[in-house]
């Protein structure tokens, strides 16, 4: 392989000549060049500047007089541990009361109200720096942060790890301003417009510090990248629900000292904050705040970009199409690179007249009001007009910016700062937000309706009037709207909207009544446009109106068997009856729930369909005294009778939870004791049970229905396979799946059951629906975790030498490593050549795939199972996967002429 040990030689250019350009002369720069003749002074000696803190404004001062440069103002000493904080993993970090929290208390996503932002000027204290962080912060102190390490590898011809202590002794450090902004900046406005998959920032998503470090070039030129390498890919420590925090970065930018990529260990002159990556970062400047990954362990340089889930599915603007619901079955656009957010685009937001701010109008006479906020462009572009308008963009006005990022480029050859070179004389890139303002007079303000501003940059992009609206609502940047309100004799400004959950703004207000902000006049009312209002999510009734009959306790007891099964549901009282037969869940739920209050249970297991359903049954409702018995509820019948079979019908069964067994990324074999070893489950072949649980987080009660892995006449123990659906930044992940994970070894779960209309009998014989069939042939369609039933069918089939029944599974899943029971299906497999034809298909398989491609589809129904020859014929269908695929299953094999007699839905 052909080695790239410095890319500027490629260029054909003197390589010093163009490190001289980037890197003028300095009195250090030698020592750049020769990092390892360095003299190191020790490891006992960390930079000493960075424990002087504040006191560093006096060194810079003292050292450059002159220097007109704007350095941190102070910070609180004051600021402690938040009682908020105490009970979660961030227990160690000292924080600053002001910061407004966007995610409830954990993970900490917080901005600092606009004003005190701005009140700080151009370098924000490390106390109301916005935080972005998607877990728990690492905590550095647990051992010496000097030694904290990271690599430099991958396609690299000398891969190294570095200490702390590595990166300040060994090379030229620098410092510079950046200003820093998450791609969610402003989002709040978008997630008014419609709910986006991310939290809701208002426009103080950003902060500017002096970072000090090591310009990344130099890292790369030290490990000497290996030609064919066009990526760059960091990662942080913190352990996430989807890995590690890791992005990637274009390789050539990397190397570019013009776009300044930095490993920062210094914040303001001290060492970093915990929320903000002590000891080591990364700082890249001109981009979104999510390309600068904290707590840095790995610097990996690829041939191609990042595959981390962080890197595919958070930082993008997908097309403005793509609802979240369809999002969700997208990877292809997820991972189309075009989408994927670097340059962050240019924005403005005032921060005078602040939200809820009044002015009076008496003696205003001549008077001016200096209407002011921040502006902001990415990639090292330079705002180059700020504009305000008072007629809704008939006439603009032109307001003054000031860049104090230009006083740094100042600065005398050679001066340091916080122990790095201060050297921006020669790099032309803005890489920090600039200050505009104007003064308006009085009489203009009290005249206008609103007051809007917008921010061009040296490339004449311009701020939109419209929002570009897309699923994970970032890089919002329509113009800035506050609204002028007269009251009496005052004015009152009401900016968009107020970050996290707190009510106010103008779009929140116009769209309550009804104004749609998106019709390009800010939701007011144009001609006879018809006004939209959000119907409210409607309670779906579930009773007959004409029902009087009042139920006693009694009259319910009556009706606990399977003659007759009534439940109550909300005090109401339902007779099952005639929909034992229609019922999807199987009669054995709904006897399971005769003579009982099954409100829990209905509410949380049924869709709106269902309740839809339910007037049709209803028949009264519980008299006050069985009400009052059912609120108390019964009392729990405790036997010391060892009981044989551990599933109850009509009462939870507890089974502690003994073991956790990770099989994939997100899939875990969770085995629960039974009572005692000789108990055995009570599962017959093709049913399920209830697990239910109480949800950590929202204290919520949950309740799913699972098919265990273990068989049903096992012994002692239970095994239940499950796919964990994970909470990522912008998508609510599986309620019962994540309370399940995090439910510890040693608890116990309930369980109820057997539940589900269809059983296995053995040698070819079922019942579904309690009525009896014989079966010739299974065919078995599922994906994912809906393997789980087939599996449990599958081998009691197979378990029978003398069953003649024959099976055709269809397993169809998106990678190899995604088949679940891969191992448990394929012995099955190879031990029944003759009953057992088990396919495997992939939607995205890898190359030395050897199986099927591609979805089930028509193509393979048609080829594998053909068209049906008999209707209730010796075939039957069993079908489970996610609601998508059984739904485009049924309607394939419809159009193959199967009837609903022969499909049969777990
Ligand atoms: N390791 C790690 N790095 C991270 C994140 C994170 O959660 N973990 N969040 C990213 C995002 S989305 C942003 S906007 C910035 C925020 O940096 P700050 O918290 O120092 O302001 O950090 C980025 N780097
Ligand atoms: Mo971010």
């Not at 954990?106 to 924000?124: C, K, Q, R, V, W």
């Not at 501003?453 to 419209?466: E, H, K, L, N, T």
Request: charged share 25%; hydrophobic share 35%; proline share 6%.
């Amino acid at each position: 392989m052909e080695v790239i040990n410095q890319p500027v030689q490629l260029a054909k250019e003197p390589a010093a000549a163009i490190d001289q350009l980037r890197y003028p002369p300095s009195p250090a720069a030698t020592v750049t060049d020769h990092p390892s003749t360095r003299t190191n002074t020790g490891t006992s000696t960390p930079d000493t500047s960075s424990e002087v803190g504040p006191t560093c404004e006096i060194d810079a001062r003292a050292a450059n007089p002159s220097c007109s440069y704007p350095l941190a103002p102070k910070s609180r000493a004051s600021n402690k541990v938040l009682t908020q904080d105490a009970d979660t993993p961030d227990a160690h970090v000292v924080r600053d009361s002001r910061l407004i929290r966007l995610t409830g208390i954990h993970p900490f996503n917080t901005e600092a109200p606009l004003s005190d932002l701005y009140n700080e000027g151009f370098i924000t204290t490390k106390d109301l720096h916005y935080v972005r962080n998607h877990g728990p912060v690492p905590n550095a102190e647990e051992q010496n942060i000097y030694d904290w390490e990271f690599t430099v590898e991958g396609m690299v011809e000398k891969p190294f790890k570095l200490s702390l202590q590595n990166l300040i002794d060994e090379f030229q450090q620098v410092t510079y301003p950046v200003t820093l902004v998450c791609a969610g900046n402003r989002r709040k406005e978008q997630n008014i417009v419609r709910k986006s998959r991310g939290f809701s920032w208002g426009p103080a998503g950003l902060s500017t510090a002096l970072w000090t470090g090591v310009p990344l070039p130099e890292l790369l030129r030290r490990a000497g990248v290996r030609r064919g390498a066009k990526y760059v890919y960091f990662e942080g420590d913190e352990k996430l629900p989807n890995g590690q925090y890791g992005t990637s970065e274009k390789l050539n930018w990397a190397m570019d000292a013009n776009k300044g990529f930095l490993i920062a260990h210094k914040m303001n002159g001290e060492i970093l904050h915990p929320d903000h990556g002590k000891p080591v970062r990364v700082v890249i400047p001109g981009q979104i705040g999510g390309r600068s990954v904290k707590w840095l362990r790995k610097i990996v340089v690829t041939d191609r970009p990042s595959d981390n889930w962080y890197h595919i599915y958070d930082n993008r603007v997908l097309p403005t199409t793509v609802t979240p619901e369809a999002s969700d079955s997208l990877p292809n656009t997820w991972k189309d690179e075009r989408y994927a957010i670097y340059d962050l685009n240019t924005n403005s937001a005032t921060a005078y007249p602040a939200h809820n701010e009044v002015l009076s109008l008496d003696n205003t006479q001549g008077d001016t009001y200096n209407v002011r906020g921040y502006a902001y462009s990415g990639g090292g572009k330079r705002v180059t007009r700020v504009e305000i308008t008072l007629d809704k963009g008939r006439t603009w006005k032109l307001a003054n910016i000031k860049y104090p990022e230009d006083e740094y480029r100042n600065a005398r050859e050679g001066e340091m700062l916080y122990g790095g070179l201060l050297d921006m004389s020669w790099r032309e890139s803005c890489f920090c937000w600039c200050f505009w303002d104007l003064d308006i007079p009085m009489s203009e303000i009290a005249s206008c309706d609103d007051i809007m501003v917008r921010a061009m940059d040296d490339s004449m992009m311009v701020q939109p009037r419209d929002m570009y609206w897309s699923v994970l609502g970032m890089m919002n940047n329509p113009w800035f709207r506050i609204v002028v309100h007269k009251e009496a004799h005052n004015l009152r400004f009401e900016h968009p909207t107020q970050p996290a959950l707190m009510p106010g703004g103008w779009m929140e207000r116009v769209k309550k009544a009804g104004g749609k902000i998106t019709n390009g006049f800010w939701g007011e009312k144009i001609g006879e446009e018809e006004e939209e209002v959000e119907e409210p999510a409607k309670e779906i009734c579930m009773t007959k109106a004409d029902v009087t009959r009042l139920v006693t306790i009694d009259e319910l007891r009556k009706h606990d068997g399977k003659d007759e099964p009534w439940f109550v549901v909300n005090s109401q009282v339902y007779d099952g009856t005639p929909f034992l037969e229609g019922h999807p869940g199987g009669a054995a739920s709904i006897f399971g729930a005769a003579g009982q209050d099954a409100t829990e249970e209905f509410m949380t297991i049924h869709s709106e369909n269902a309740k839809k359903m339910m007037p049709e049954y209803h028949i009264g409702s519980l008299d006050e005294a069985a009400q009052k018995i059912i609120a108390e509820g019964e009392p729990e019948v405790e036997t010391d009778e060892p009981r044989e079979v551990f599933l109850q019908n009509k009462s939870w069964s507890k089974g502690v939870l003994s073991q956790k067994t990770k099989i994939s990324a997100d899939t875990k074999i969770f085995t629960f004791d039974l009572e005692h070893a000789d108990q055995v489950l009570g599962l017959p072949v093709g049913q399920h049970l209830m697990v239910r649980l109480r949800d950590q987080a929202s204290k919520d009660v949950v309740i799913r229905a699972y098919t265990p892995i273990s068989e049903g006449s096992a012994k002692g123990k239970l095994d239940v396979l499950v796919k964990i659906y994970f909470d990522s930044p912008e998508r609510k992940g599986g309620k019962m799946t994540q309370a399940l994970d995090s439910v510890p070894v040693g608890q116990s779960v309930d369980f109820k059951g057997p539940i589900g209309k269809f059983e296995y009998l053995g040698k070819g014989l079922c019942t579904i629906s309690g009525k009896e069939r014989k079966v010739n042939r299974f065919i078995m369609i599922c994906a994912g975790s809906g393997v789980t039933p087939i599996f449990q069918v599958l081998r009691a089939v197979m378990k029978d030498n003398d069953d003649p029944t024959k099976c055709l599974v269809l397993d169809g899943n998106r990678v190899e490593s995604d088949i679940l029971l891969r191992k448990e299906l394929d012995s099955l497999a190879v031990r029944n050549p003759e009953r057992c034809d088990l396919l495997h298909t992939l939607t995205r398989p890898e190359a030395h795939w050897g199986g099927l491609r591609g979805r089930m589809g028509k193509e393979l129904f048609e080829e594998r199972i053909g068209a049906c020859s008999e209707v209730g014929g010796d075939d039957l269908i069993l079908i489970c996967g996610p609601e998508a695929m059984e739904k485009s299953t049924h309607s394939t094999l419809h159009s193959l002429g199967w009837v609903d007699e022969d499909l049969l839905f777990f």
